[in-house]
């Protein structure tokens, strides 16, 4: 696979939580707004790039029985540091938050890359992996959290445009969620199948 490819596989064809239905937790749950999106999906990526290197890099030492303590370990150790920077530069988004940047440690999409991809490929693979996953799911929170600060709050990042009379409620709560989540999720997955399937028409055409 070419690093392109590698790079860019999770950003819509295979992203994380519209695609392969990972990370539903922060999904649903810090989508209220798209500052929050944002800074889970940038604490995420943090945590997705620098694990990937350090178990690319160490797999070869890494007993194959304990793999995946020694995963989560690595894994917890990257969460902390964030989650320190966060609380130290950015209080208000870590205030926002809360409990879930210390969950990124069970996060299914960090450990399913360390699995799947960084435990057998070389650093800088793994680099471009995580980095493509952490876009792609930073995509998916955004895409999810503006609907919703929309029609739930009538802003955009915090900024207000429609009159508080005109919000529709069920937007920031947890029916909401479910309910733009499997809409963008139709969306996303529509377009990937239309696009794939152009592509498998302009190949076949090639021939």
Do not use: W
């Amino acid at each position: 696979m070419s690093k392109a490819k590698i790079l860019t596989k999770g950003f819509f064809k295979e992203n994380p939580s519209l695609i392969l239905v990972l990370g539903m937790c922060p999904t649903l749950a810090v989508t209220t707004s798209v500052n929050n999106a944002l800074g889970m999906g940038a604490a995420t990526t943090f945590v997705l790039l620098m694990s990937n290197m350090i178990i690319s890099a160490l797999k070869n030492i890494i007993p194959d029985k304990v793999r995946i303590p020694c995963f989560i370990v690595i894994i917890a150790t990257f969460v902390s540091m964030i989650d320190l920077i966060i609380q130290g530069f950015l209080p208000a988004l870590s205030e926002s938050l809360g409990v879930f940047i210390p969950l990124i440690v069970v996060n299914c999409i960090v450990l399913g890359r360390a699995e799947a991809f960084a435990s057998k490929n070389t650093v800088f693979d793994s680099l471009l992996d995580g980095l493509g996953m952490g876009i792609g799911f930073t995509i998916s929170l955004v895409l999810v959290a503006a609907v919703r600060e929309i029609l739930g709050a009538g802003s955009f990042m915090g900024m207000q445009f429609i009159p508080s009379h005109y919000n529709i409620l069920l937007f920031v709560l947890a029916p909401g969620a479910f309910i733009v989540l499997g809409f963008v999720m139709a969306a996303v997955r529509q377009i990937v199948n239309k696009v794939e399937a152009k592509r498998k028409a302009k190949a076949v055409c090639a021939k």
